[in-house]
């Protein structure tokens, strides 16, 4: 199943970011298309009024997901740690969260479901790991506790 595969004609009016701003922070991220039609995630992560994070989320009609274990990221980073984060319902407050690694050349970076575990505002939660069963939203967040510019360009996100 594919969640996301960007193209120069994508709509991406779902796709928002939210940054530390919303708690006073001062960091900046913005989302758009790239020439080639990737999805392009960057801006800069400020430490200034205790900030420290930016995020894109893609919000969406419930999927289930039951027969499916694990996500692919189709990717491009430069070389810094992100997080991808699930909400199994936009009502949740809690997201299912697994930091990943990137390169500065395309990857694919296989998510297992089992991986993804429960946190609020950057704390772990006493709760069982990501269910597998539905999801309302998926994002991409960087917060790695110092102040750095991002680049994150995404070519598609799948489940298998």
Sequence with gaps: MTLFNFKTTSDISNWKIVDDVVMGGRSNGSFGLTNAGYGSF????????????SMVKYTFDTKHV????KVCLHIKGDGKTFQFRIKTSNHDEHSYVCQFYTSNDWEIIEIPF???????RGRQLHMENYPGKQMEQIAFLIGNKKAESFKLEIERIELK
Excluded: A, I, Q
């Design 42 to 53: 960057h801006g800069h992560v400020s430490l200034e009024n205790n900030g420290g994070f």
């Design 114 to 120: 089992t991986t993804l575990y429960p946190t609020f």
């Design 66 to 69: 039951e027969g499916f274990s």
